[in-house]
């Protein structure tokens, strides 16, 4: 090679590195196929097949297609592969990977037909509402460009962007598509047989690889994948897909490549109506305090509710709350008009919430525990006129009573001998199904309570499926546990008295504590119980500690939150032999879908499903554009049906917003903000909100799953994890974490240092062990960078976790005070800093992990251009990865220095020698000219 081609090479591929740097030298997207399994085993290399045969006339369309368009088959088959992960992912930023005849190899060039042989990152951006011909022309683009660059090694590339330290992972892309003419895809006239292995290899550490070829005329597409990660049912629904959008491209280039068709006619069916199919008669002409009274009628003598040593039964109750209900109406209490109520945990708090229900007037809950500018801003909203309440409540709240000046207010306490000469008989009922039962305040977006008005038409369905999915007998005890304002009080006591069960009270400390909730249980020997997850988390923890056995619990609805199974859970059920139920649902729309968990403990799945469409109820789950996503792929929740509220009250605009029509049927859709997706089996998987959907370094995060790892730690008794935005805007994950009450035992804790208390001992040796734990069970991804250490977990009133009460991190690590080891050399001050300024920390030591601090792969750029200016050497990126701690970078940097001056002095020699050298021969020269 002559030295005039040596530099036109050398050139060109410092063209072709610089064109690969500037694609993706960014932050690259990693495609997570919603519906593969979280984690394979570090073996990747198994590897199934599932195929799909075109048939001739659709093959023939095809080819059609791409002459009229004037391209190839590999980019039309592409674009539909491009398209199809954009609608699984809702990612706009997409790299498929894709094998290109290698020049430097193979000594000549490459097409867009040929078999790709070097890997090379196609990576198009899909962003903007584009039609399928638009995205055809950038991906061609993309491709076109990629050949023209094909000459730059993929490893080198892999090696200057630093994307290879996880070696479980395909790096730079998760997904590739080859065009082939042979079985296996590897055209024998394009690969040499000793490269056979490093393709192998790297198409075995992809997720997906889409292989097509033509045969006889025919087109033939065939998915290799790696069953530890999908199964084959999933990798079925991929093919079928490919196929249908690929007939959609073919049929109509100008669509918007959001509404191409997707699923297949047998798929739409089964999600939209055989899923579904949920119709059933209930009681449509009836209140649900109609169905309390035909029980009144049946069991007027059965004990109906309980509370320390008072009991009273049907009749007794329904005459106190007939006497409430005939009070309230003279003072002008009728259908659609607000009663709010204020009442603490007592017999009154019953009698007077069945009172309204029978007055017909519109109950409005004012639960006593929440802020007084609270319930008064509730109260004002609701423009409630009567305020049923007791004097010892009131007078505890004088911002409330404040704002109840002016309007009706009635005292159940003081009151009652005025109360307790009305008619005790059931007053007539005048409201109708369609008007308002309930007006329940929730959170806002605006930083205001808003209030949700549900009818009684829907509140009436929502008793009587309870009432028909219940296992526990008719007297059942059922416990009263959630607080005045939630929802669920209501499902508690009116499917109790409406199946002839003993509502049992409990008083707000017993609530609370969870040593003296589970006593409670014992002694009162109670049968059915509607828990927050918190509760019956902290309840299995403590009966799991030896405290009462649980006998008489046959029955537990879980609600409010991702239920989540700790063995501890898992140990109570298997001590009880009782059900669990994990109910979905809003305030919006109560308990909309549910899952029956039964059997052996040991089989449940750490992160249940929220099951399928209870009676009368749809649920869709919809992408952006309201068109149904396949099975496996996430999507929003949608529901509608029997169930649904009304709307907000006097919020009309929001209303609109969350209430759309329905475009599968009649009524109305809720749009419930819920991320969620549907398994084979038709049941449902809640992933997260919409509105707080996490992604950390382009990766899609559960953060139930987690907590549920977190918390299966013996050490740990709750945990919660939030995303934080840090410095320099890289999101990390906080994991906030409350030890078991053994924790100290657990980890073996001593006081070790006497400058070091056991809280602080606790809280380290706590986060180690929650590390190596996590790390052995989750990408390094979904391991928090921050981990901080709570006495008890912040809640709300209704006793879910309260995530904007959860205290800021603390940077400067007070925990490691005594133990820390400070920089102390010149090196390893100025690499402290450096990792001080990217992690967003106050302090490091010499002997911290950079990637259990919260580094990662995508930082170590910033790291390393920083230090670059700082040493002037050449330290690698990959450096930084074999040398993770502050003490072992700076022993390597400073043999660098020692070999570089060893190397200097060296070559200095070799120059002086040449020069030398070059002097005399010159000096020879000279000597040796002719004269003229």
């Given amino acids: 090679m002559s030295k005039s081609q040596h530099l036109s090479g050398k050139s060109s591929m410092i063209q072709q590195e610089a064109y690969w740097l500037k694609q993706l030298g960014t932050v690259l997207p990693v495609l997570e196929i919603s519906f593969k399994h979280s984690k394979a085993s570090k073996q990747l290399f198994l590897r199934k097949k599932e195929t799909i045969k075109l048939n001739e006339k659709l093959s023939l369309e095809i080819d059609k297609f791409c002459k009229s368009e004037n391209i190839t088959l590999f980019i039309a088959l592409l674009t539909t592969l491009k398209i199809l992960l954009l609608r699984y992912t809702e990612q706009e930023d997409i790299i498929v990977g894709s094998l290109c005849a290698d020049s430097r190899r193979e000594g000549k060039g490459a097409s867009q037909q040929e078999t790709f042989t070097n890997p090379i990152a196609l990576r198009t951006s899909l962003a903007g509402e584009l039609t399928a011909k638009e995205v055809l022309r950038r991906v061609a683009a993309t491709v ?49 047989q000793e490269h056979l292995a490093d393709i192998e290899e790297h198409i075995a550490k992809c997720d997906l690889v889409i292989l097509a070829a033509e045969s006889e005329g025919n087109l033939t597409v065939s998915c290799s994948y790696n069953p530890e990660l999908f ?14 959008l690929l007939v959609g491209i073919v049929a109509n280039l100008e669509q918007d490549i959001s509404t191409l068709p997707l699923l297949t006619q047998a798929e739409r069916h089964q999600l939209l109506v055989e899923w579904n199919n949920t119709d059933a008669e209930y009681p449509r002409s009836k209140c649900s305090h109609q169905l309390v009274e035909d029980q009144v009628e049946r069991t007027p003598d059965a004990i109906a509710v309980e509370f320390e040593e008072e009991q009273l039964t049907y ?33 009154a708090r019953v ?11 519109l109950y409005v809950p004012l639960d006593p525990t929440y802020p007084e500018e609270r319930l008064a801003y509730m109260l004002s909203d609701s423009q409630a006129q009567v305020l049923l309440t007791t004097e010892k409540t009131l007078s505890s709240l004088p911002q409330l009573a404040l704002c109840a000046q002016g309007r009706q207010i009635v005292y159940l306490d003081r009151d009652w001998e005025v109360i307790s000469q009305q008619n005790s008989e059931n007053p007539l ?32 369905n929502f008793i009587w499926w309870q009432l028909h999915s219940t296992t526990v007998s008719n007297s059942a005890k059922t416990l009263q546990f959630a607080p005045l304002s939630f929802d669920i009080s209501l499902q508690e006591s009116f499917t109790t008295w409406s199946s002839g069960g003993i509502l049992v009270l409990l008083s707000e400390e017993v609530r609370r504590n969870p040593m003296a909730l589970a006593s409670f249980l014992a002694s009162k020997r109670i049968e059915r119980a509607f828990l927050p997850c918190v509760a019956l988390r902290n309840l299995a923890e403590v009966v799991n500690n030896g405290r009462p056995v649980l006998t008489t619990l046959r029955e537990i609805m879980v609600t409010g939150e991702q239920l989540q199974i700790t063995p501890a859970i898992a140990n109570l059920f298997k001590q009880t032999d009782g059900i669990l139920y994990n109910q979905y649902g809003l305030t919006e729309n109560p308990t909309i879908t549910q899952f029956t968990l039964t059997g052996e403990t040991s089989s449940w799945s750490a992160l249940p499903s929220i099951g399928s469409a209870t009676t009368n109820a749809k649920v869709y789950i919809l992408d952006r554009c309201l068109q149904p996503v396949p099975i496996g792929v996430p999507g929003e929740l949608y529901v509608s049906g029997e169930w649904l509220a009304r709307g907000y009250l006097n919020l009309p605009e929001l209303t609109s917003e969350r209430f759309i029509s329905n475009p599968f049927g009649s009524g109305r859709l809720l749009r419930t903000r819920d991320i969620a997706r549907y398994l084979s089996d038709g049941n449902i998987e809640y992933l997260s909100r919409a509105d707080n959907w996490v992604k950390i370094r382009g990766f899609s995060i559960e953060l139930g799953e987690i907590e549920t790892v977190i918390v299966q730690h013996p050490a740990v008794g709750e945990s919660v994890v939030v995303p934080q935005e840090g410095i320099l805007g890289n999101k990390r994950l906080v994991a906030y974490v409350v030890p078991h009450e053994h924790a100290t035992s657990i980890l073996n804790l001593e006081a070790e240092l006497e400058q070091v208390s056991l809280k602080e001992q606790l809280a380290k040796k706590l986060e180690l062990a929650v590390r190596t734990y996590l790390r052995e069970r989750l990408p390094d991804y979904m391991v928090p960078a921050v981990f901080v250490t709570l006495e008890k977990m912040p809640l709300t009133p209704s006793g879910k976790v309260n995530r904007l009460a959860l205290p800021a991190p603390n940077k400067s690590r007070p925990e490691l005070a005594t133990t820390l080891v400070i920089p102390k050399s010149k090196a390893e001050k100025q690499i402290a800093q450096v990792w001080i300024e990217v992690l967003g920390l106050d302090v490091v030591g010499i002997h911290d992990n950079f990637f259990e601090l919260g580094g990662y792969s995508l930082l170590l750029p910033q790291i390393h251009n920083k230090l670059a200016e700082i040493f002037g050497s050449e330290l690698s990126i990959m450096a930084l990865v074999q040398y993770p701690t502050i003490h072992a970078l700076a022993q ?17 020699n070799s120059r002086l020698a040449r020069k030398s050298i070059a002097e005399e021969q010159r000096q020879r020269r000279q000597k040796n000219r002719p004269t003229k």
Avoid: W
């Fill in 429 to 460: 009922t005048q409201v109708q199904p369609d008007n308002l039962a309930y007006v329940i305040y929730t959170s806002g977006s605006t930083g205001r309570p808003k209030g949700v008005a549900m009818e009684h038409r829907a509140f009436c």
């Fill in 144 to 192: 076109e460009e990629a050949v023209q660059n094909n000459g730059y090694p993929f490893e080198k590339l892999v090696e200057n962007l630093g994307k290879s330290e996880d070696l479980t992972r395909a790096p730079i892309f998760q997904v590739m598509f080859v065009l082939c003419n042979v079985p296996f895809c590897i055209s024998e006239t394009s690969i040499k």
């Fill in 892 to 908: 390597h940097l400073s043999q660098i220095d020692k070999e570089e001056y060893a190397v200097n002095g060296r070559e200095q």
């Fill in 351 to 361: 009698i007077g919430l069945l009172g309204i229900f029978k007055s017909n007037g």
């Fill in 231 to 244: 199964e084959s049912d999933s990798i079925q629904r991929i093919l079928g897909h490919f196929q249908t």
């Fill in 315 to 347: 009749r007794e109750l329904n005459r106190r709350a007939n006497q409430v209900a005939h009070y309230l109406r003279s003072l002008g209490v009728k259908p659609e008009v607000p009663v709010g109520f204020c009442v603490e945990r007592t017999l």
